[in-house]
């Protein structure tokens, strides 16, 4: 089991650029989290998906961040016109769909952007 | 809406010796409380989990219990490994499978 995979690690953009975060999550997981981290607000739920359907956004800035997530095995967090405020580590979470560990968030390694 | 305390923005200590970290909550749902550990440049990891009342919960050396009538749920180890230092989260959910909402992090720096 790889775990979950986030691509890339590093990605660095200049001011008005768009960046674009993947996610692959764990095999036969049902539900998708996207999170934002930072030093001064910590860890901070964006959105997420239940069986590639979109449940839950409050957590997603209104512009410039949307989520997508086409089929099961990925899930997209796309930035357009990057700010250097939304550089954070974006942290990608699956979950699976039944059993003693439906409600155990299973993290990715993150995609730290930078955004000059 | 949902929010977490978290006291102690760092806590160092030395090894052998016990820790405790504070986390309390509020939420106007039904309650599934968690601590994630993150190591150093890796993900969060789930560490214990508990969503019954007054019931203890143990993993890897640590506990915690849920308290619903102060709205707590510390995280205490015995005796400090110098492997325990770490970002601890404290992390609420009003239901399974849903977004959590985490307190600020409580970083732990454990010295020989």
């Known amino acids: 089991n790889a775990g979950v995979i986030q691509t890339p690690r590093h990605k660095v953009t200049g001011k008005g650029q768009e960046a674009t975060l993947w996610c692959e999550p764990i095999?036969?997981?049902?539900?998708v989290f996207w999170y934002r981290q930072t030093i001064v607000q910590g860890l901070e739920f964006l959105t997420y998906?239940?069986?590639?359907?979109?449940?839950?956004d409050s957590g997603m800035p209104k512009e410039r961040f949307s989520a997508q997530m086409p089929n099961q095995s990925h899930s997209t967090l796309k930035i357009q016109s990057t700010q250097p405020q939304d550089s954070a580590v974006y942290l990608c979470?699956?979950?699976?769909?039944?059993?003693?560990?439906?409600?155990?968030?299973?993290f990715g390694p993150g995609t730290r952007l930078l955004v000059l | 809406g949902d929010s977490v305390t978290q006291t102690e923005g760092l806590v160092t200590l030395t090894e052998g010796l016990p820790v405790m970290l504070n986390c309390t909550y509020q939420?106007?749902?039904?309650?599934?409380l968690f601590w994630y550990v993150q190591h150093l440049n890796e993900a969060p990891k789930l560490l214990l989990k508990?969503?019954?009342?007054?019931k203890r919960t143990e993993h890897q050396g640590f506990h915690a219990t849920l308290h619903k009538s102060s709205s707590s749920f510390h995280l205490q180890k015995s005796s400090a490994q110098l492997s325990d230092s770490a970002l601890y989260y404290c992390?609420?959910?009003?239901?399974?499978?849903?977004?959590?909402?985490f307190g600020l992090g409580t970083r732990v720096s454990v010295f020989p």
């Open positions: 508990s969503s019954t009342d007054n």
């Open positions: 992390a609420l959910s009003g239901n399974y499978a849903q977004g959590l909402t």
């Open positions: 979470a699956s979950s699976p769909p039944g059993g003693v560990n439906q409600d155990t968030q299973y």
């Open positions: 095999s036969g997981h049902s539900a």
């Open positions: 998906f239940r069986n590639q359907a979109p449940i839950d």
């Open positions: 939420t106007a749902y039904s309650t599934f």
